[in-house]
């Protein structure tokens, strides 16, 4: 189909080896912090160490997993996640089914269309919100992280045009003439029919409560309740362990760069890992989902 | 023994009777959105109240009732202050390089891997690029603190074994907006791609035919072709992107900025924060965040407007 012309020739190589080298920078820096947490700590320190742990060992990540705060952290990010993931999960699923239909099925569908679109526009801003947020006697619970945002319509408008695309009619139309009601209709057949699409929203969901760390930062009074988002953006961030109870010794172990580096490496690898699983979807997901002719 | 229900039913007028049925089978719809709704009342709609604060001399202890009104007096500050000016010059310089960069650099990439006939090279390379736009900003600035470093930072390591000077990337206003632009184009240009790279995938394969049979070449064909034929979604993305132009990327610069970078760095939200939970300044941060918003809000409808009319995209 296309010209082997000795120009082309040479265009394809450069071409082959420019976006191998854009792909591996987008992942170079992973690699070195890596390097950095698997070397011992005077390389690290001296800047001696690049793609390649110097000096192999496991003790920045014996220390990192070995300290209490840390775990606690790192616990209180998987709860989080889980909690979150299941409630946000469960409210836009139900409502994207809902919002699925024609205007002429459900009557009230735009009214509530537009109020969520809404808020997807426009909001109270971070201080209303906290005032919000404290008045409800929320503050320093996990129900401040995970209820506020419970309702991504960006997630949502993602479902429902998946809804709208995937699920023949003729499959609900069968069932509904068999006497089925929304429930069932929702649960034997949207949801099985729909399993791709909800994974691919369920792990941009987890992904999204994983990552989140400000929600904490603010809401949050008690270090201990710190996600790990949080913990790290504290500890590696802004290098303020003033909120740990912790003492000097231990300040000076999770400030090591090889211990930091673990630590950095560890936050991101749950992302790393869902990550293939999230591949698989996406592209395909976000294509369809989005854009409708 | 339940009557049968038949003959009542046919007594009430058509219409009605249609109506009837369609609240019947239908209420569990209004069921089913209600967690999202309620959700959305209680934690979007009743903060919209809240914006009342930005007309008051709002203090905590006195709550909205007791505060003192004030007009527009903190609208007024947000232009009378230097540093008020300062901060929405820095989120418009900032984001529109990162609205530039983030058009022009995924649709190059698009084009460059469309180029690759290789399909298991395609793939391994997008499962590279994909990877840093799901890492938080936390682990990403973590990572950018290190590499940075003026003192032995990879970068600089590299910088200075070439016989430069090292730069101080997150300590020098000007080098900060570098940083910040461009590591937020490394870690979205391989995501921002993706809707190209299906816009070119859509593109009719017997345009390409007739321009080889007409003797284009592959560059005549890349400009004649490919180029018009990613014209509407380029205008979709700019048009939206458009709309998040005061949206300079909180998580990134909160995450990258320190106080020697303030003057050049500090974006609208980050300035919200610093004021409001900070400085304990509730009035004048949420007028900031008012202003924001409305003028958010305007851009974002026009643009969809725009998109839809010159593209006819729709979100649903």
Known sequence: ?293 | MVQPRQGVIRQIPKKKRKQAWNMKRNWPLHVLVMPAVLLAIIFNYIPLGGIIMAFQDYKPWFGFSGSEWVGFDHFRRIFEFSEGRQVIWNTLIISSFKIVFQLIIPIMFALLLNEVRVMAFKRSIQTLVYLPHFLSWVILGGILLDLLSVDGGLVNQMITSLGFQPIFFLGDGDWFRVTVITSDVWKDFGFSAIIFLAALAGINPSLYEAAIVDGANRLQQVLYITLPGLLPITIVVATLALGNILNAGFDQIFNLYNPLVYDKGDIIDTYVYRQGLLGGNFSYATAVGVFKSIIAFILIVTGYRLAYKYANYRIF
């Not at chain 1, 120009?7 to 912090?33: D, K």
């Not at chain 1, 390649?52 to 790192?74: H, K, Y």
């Not at chain 1, 790290?232 to 930091?260: G, K, Y």
């Open chain 1, 1 to 293: 189909m296309h010209h082997r012309s000795r120009t082309y020739r040479i265009f394809s190589i450069f071409n082959t080896f420019f976006l191998l080298m854009l792909g591996v920078l987008c992942i170079l820096p992973l690699i070195h912090i890596l390097a950095v947490s698997f070397s011992a700590s005077a390389p690290a320190n001296a800047n001696l160490v690049r793609f390649l742990p110097i000096d192999f060992t496991f003790a920045a990540w014996e220390q990192t997993l070995g300290n209490d705060n840390f775990v606690r952290a790192l616990w209180n990010g998987v709860y989080r996640t889980v909690l979150g993931t299941i409630i946000s999960l469960t409210t836009i699923t139900l409502a994207a089914y809902a919002l699925s239909k024609e205007d002429h099925e459900f009557k009230g569908r735009k009214l509530y269309v537009y109020a969520l679109v809404f808020i997807m526009l426009f909001n109270g801003g971070l201080i209303p919100t906290y005032i919000l947020v404290q008045n409800l006697g929320l503050l320093n619970t996990i129900w401040a992280l995970v209820l506020p945002g419970a309702v991504n319509v960006f997630n949502l408008i993602l479902l429902l045009n998946f809804f709208r695309t995937g699920v023949p009619k003729s499959l609900e139309e069968a069932a509904l003439i068999d006497g089925a009601g929304h429930f069932r209709i929702l649960f034997k057949i949207y949801l099985p029919i729909s399993l791709p699409a909800l994974v691919t929203v369920g792990l941009f969901t987890m992904v999204g409560q994983w990552n989140s760390w400000f929600d904490g930062l603010i809401y949050l009074t008690d270090a201990s309740k710190f996600p790990l988002s949080t913990f790290l953006q504290t500890i590696i961030v802004q290098n303020d362990f003033s909120q740990l109870n912790v003492n000097p010794d231990e300040v000076r172990a999770l400030s090591e760069r090889t211990v930091r580096s673990a630590q950095i490496f560890i936050g991101a690898l749950p992302i790393i890992l869902v990550y293939p699983f999230l591949q698989k979807y996406f592209v395909k997901g976000i294509v369809l989902g989005s854009v409708k002719e």
